[in-house]
């Protein structure tokens, strides 16, 4: 392959990782804004552009300033009170 060709697909794996990893991933950025990361795009200006469900724009990636781990990632289970389906956060 050209030398051309192998940076291009270089950039697209490491691109497609990114993605897999940010996509439902909650973060929070300087801005104060939160949520959970809706889709990750490539701009030649920016680098890496996340979109956060429920909120308009894009941002970029470096304005995150924090981003949940995956094993900090919550659980699903029902209450035992209530039987009302919750979200579980490990214990730090």
């Not at 697209?12 to 991933?25: I, K, M, W």
């Not at 973060?27 to 308009?56: C, F, K, P, Q, Y």
């Not at 470096?62 to 214990?91: C, E, H, I, N």
Request: hydrophobic share 40%; glycine share 10%.
């Amino acid at each position: 392959m050209p030398s051309a060709k192998v940076r291009a697909s270089t950039i697209l794996t490491a691109f497609e990782q990114a993605e897999s990893e940010l996509v439902g991933t909650a973060v929070i950025l300087t801005n104060g804004t939160a949520g959970t990361v809706e889709h990750v795009w490539l701009d030649e200006l920016h680098g890496l552009l996340i979109s956060i469900r429920g909120h308009d724009g894009k941002w970029p990636i470096s304005t995150v300033k924090f981003a949940q781990s995956k094993s900090s990632a919550p659980k699903r289970g029902l209450d035992g009170r209530t039987g009302v389906l919750v979200q579980l956060w490990p214990r730090r």
